[in-house]
């Protein structure tokens, strides 16, 4: 199982705040499967979030789902 | 890939800098400052700054985890590095920070086992591994990432995994930010609030700033559209006389937080009565450590720690850096004795630190030709 690591990133993305956009593929009982921005997979705890699907979208940090990420509100809420 | 290209968008951005540029009043000047490190970084990888006109001056503010760790907890974690049968753990760019006389990868490099892990849950995965050796888990960051901690604990603890335990540098934001705005040397117009802190902790904490300080914020995303977009909201509530929290960065944070998150830090952590902030100093109630219930797993109380207050060098100017009092390049240090790959000062180690963003993305080249 591969991890975004300091080594691929300018930078140490954890002590970097940088929260990572993930596609859930796989949902088990405490971690979801997810695919990142390289299509690389990555095991993420998903125990602070109300409930997973496949497909859905997270923002992950340090290995940890902190928050779903609304797919409807993309359109309306930019500067567009 | 979605949420990160369509945020992207050269042209948009075009369109967002000309709104900016339309609603700045040019007579007036105004100073913006970008809490997070996150955005300090992003604002000069995408050179957001050179869209803006020149009414608008960007602050770096004190959202680096890295940058504001002091140096006595360096020396404390390095010391705790050295001890037989450890394996210390942190992230990366830790792992570069100037202690006293060492950083972690120095001690290393003389042997000590010092491993860099990119989340707690793989340094829980190390004890689990080695139930002989003591796994410490050096623990920094916001509240960002505060719940990845909580929760690696929270199951360290329900897995009885007593080799495990953790130094907790966990800071909160909105201290340091009272005490900015406190601050008689620095004129603020605005803020751009740190979106992934938000995440966790929602809009209701900052709600202070427009209403004891008269200042807007704006939570921000991360990518340069949404950071130009905040920009543009701050600047229309200033034209229109306004002066609230806004959420530019919806389709990520609600208003209320992440509340699963808040209630594991709950349980883990309490508050320190007070931590000390690099170039800040001491700031009360501005830092967690852990609670009562979790004492068990508190290295701080495992292991002997120096706690030696280590006082900045002399040369460096993190401090002022880190208040927006001053920019980068107009530290003595910078881009001489103090580069990314001899950093003196912290805000040089990570790439989020306000001097290491300048240096990397050639800002030093242009600010110095500027003078």
Redesign the interface.
Known sequence: MN????ETH??????????V?M?VIEVGDAAAVCLD?EGKRHEV?I????SVGTGA?L?V????A??A???P??GG???? | MKFVDEFRDAQLGRVVAGQILAAADPGRHYKVMEVCGGHTHSIYKYGIDDLLPEAVELVHGPGCPVCVIPMGRVDDGIAVARQEGVIFTCFGDMLRVPGSELTLLDAKAQGADVRMVYSPLDALRLARSNPRREVVFFAIGFETTAPSTALTLKRAKAEGVLNFSCICNHVTIVPPLRALLESPDLRLDGFIGPGHVCTVVGARPFEFIPVDYARPLVISGFEPLDILHSILMILRQLQEGRCEVENQYTRVVPREGNLRALEVMAEVFELRPHFEWRGLGFISQSALKLSAAYRDFDAELRFALPGVRVADPKACQCGEVLKGVIKPWECKVFGTACTPDHAIGTCMVSPEGACAAYYNYGRFAREKEAV
Request: hydrophobic residues 40%.
């Open positions: 991890v975004p690591s300091c300018p930078g140490c993305i954890t002590c970097g705040d940088v929260g956009p596609r921005r705890a125990d602070l979030i109300d979208w923002l940090h340090a290995g940890v902190i928050a990420v609304d797919a509100a993309i809420r930019g500067p567009r």
